[in-house]
C-alpha cells in the first residue's frame, strides 16, 4: 500500500506544475484582460479560471470550493466576476491560454508522438475518476475534451489535481483543521514560509488566533513549529490524501503509470525551466 501510495504522490508531482501554468502564463494576463478582468493581481482571473466550471457561482460558494482563501479576499476578488464575463467565456479564454502557452514553450515538440501518448493515459486516468463527492473535479470532468493531445493532457492534469484536491479538503475536514488552521499546520511543519502562506488573504490576527487554537490542541509548541502531534497529524492527513487520490493510478495499473511517468519527464522539466512557477509555493510540492 505504501508503495502504492508513493506513486500516487509521484504522479501529483509531474502532473500539478502542467495543469498549474493556467495561472501563471503571460497568456494568461493577456486572454483574461481581453475579457475585462483586472490584472494587476491574479486573484480576479484566478477565481474565475478555477471556478469557471462551477457556474456563476458568489463569493460563498467559491470560498467553500476554494477552502483555504479568507473569506474577505474573495468576496474582494469575486465581486462582479460573472458580471464581467460569463464562465463559458472564461472556459473558452483559459484553453486559448494552455493552447498558446504550450506552443509557445515546446514548438515543434507539440506534435511529438510521447506527447499523444501522455495524453492518452492521462485522459484514461482521468475518466477512472469517482468524482461523487468532489465537485472541482467533477465540474471539469464533465467538459467537452479537446482532440489536440496538448490540450487534452492539460485537462486530464486539471480533472486529477482537482480529484486529489477535492478528497485533500475531505482529509483535512476528518483532522479537524479549519481553512486557515490548514495553512498554519502547513507552514509549521516548513511546507513554504509564512510569507508565502499570506497570499491566502488571512489577517495577522487571524493567522495568529488559529496558531493559538493549534497549540491548545497541542498542534504546535510555543515556537509556532509543529509539535510531534502537528506533524503526525499532517502526516495523516498527506496519508489519507493520496489514498483517495489512488483510484485513478489503480485503473490505469502500475505499468501503464509508470510509463505514464516516464512520457512526462520531459514536458515537466519543460515548464518547471520555464522559470513562470514559484519555487516556493503553497502546496508543498518538492518540500513535504
Not at 481581453?34 to 480576479?44: D, I, N, Q, S, T
Amino acid at each position: 500500500m505504501a508503495e502504492e501510495l508513493g506513486w500516487v504522490r509521484q504522479m501529483w508531482h509531474l502532473l500539478e506544475p502542467l495543469h498549474a501554468v493556467v495561472y501563471y502564463a503571460p497568456e494568461a494576463a493577456e486572454e483574461l484582460a481581453a475579457l475585462g478582468y483586472p490584472v494587476e493581481e491574479r486573484w480576479p482571473a484566478y477565481f474565475a479560471c478555477r471556478t469557471a466550471p462551477l457556474g456563476p457561482l458568489g463569493p460563498g460558494p467559491i470560498t467553500a470550493a476554494c477552502y483555504s482563501f479568507a473569506p474577505a479576499m474573495v468576496r474582494r476578488h469575486a465581486a462582479g466576476l460573472w458580471s464581467t464575463a460569463d464562465p463559458e467565456a472564461v472556459l473558452a479564454a483559459r484553453l486559448r491560454v494552455v493552447d498558446r502557452f504550450y506552443r509557445r514553450l515546446l514548438g515543434d515538440r507539440i506534435a511529438a508522438p510521447e506527447l499523444a501518448e501522455a495524453a492518452e493515459l492521462a485522459w484514461r486516468a482521468a475518466l477512472a475518476a469517482d468524482c461523487a463527492g468532489r465537485p472541482l473535479a467533477a465540474a471539469n470532468a464533465a467538459l467537452p475534451w479537446p482532440d489536440a493531445p496538448h490540450l487534452r493532457l492539460w485537462q486530464a492534469a486539471l480533472v486529477l489535481r482537482e480529484h486529489r484536491g477535492d478528497g485533500h479538503l475531505a482529509a483535512l475536514l476528518v483532522a479537524g483543521l479549519d481553512p486557515v488552521e490548514s495553512l498554519v499546520s502547513f507552514a509549521a511543519i516548513g511546507a513554504a514560509s509564512e510569507r508565502t502562506f499570506a497570499s491566502r488573504g488571512w489577517s495577522p490576527a487571524e493567522w495568529d488566533a488559529a496558531g493559538e487554537r493549534l497549540t491548545a490542541r497541542g498542534l504546535l509548541g510555543p515556537d509556532g513549529s509543529a509539535s510531534e502531534a502537528g506533524r503526525a497529524l499532517r502526516a495523516r492527513v498527506e496519508r489519507e490524501t493520496n489514498a483517495l487520490a489512488a483510484a485513478p493510478w489503480a485503473a490505469l495499473g502500475a505499468e501503464r503509470t509508470a510509463r505514464l511517468a516516464d512520457l512526462l519527464g520531459e514536458f515537466w522539466v519543460a515548464v518547471l525551466g520555464s522559470g513562470l512557477l514559484p519555487r516556493e509555493n503553497t502546496l508543498g510540492i518538492g518540500r513535504v
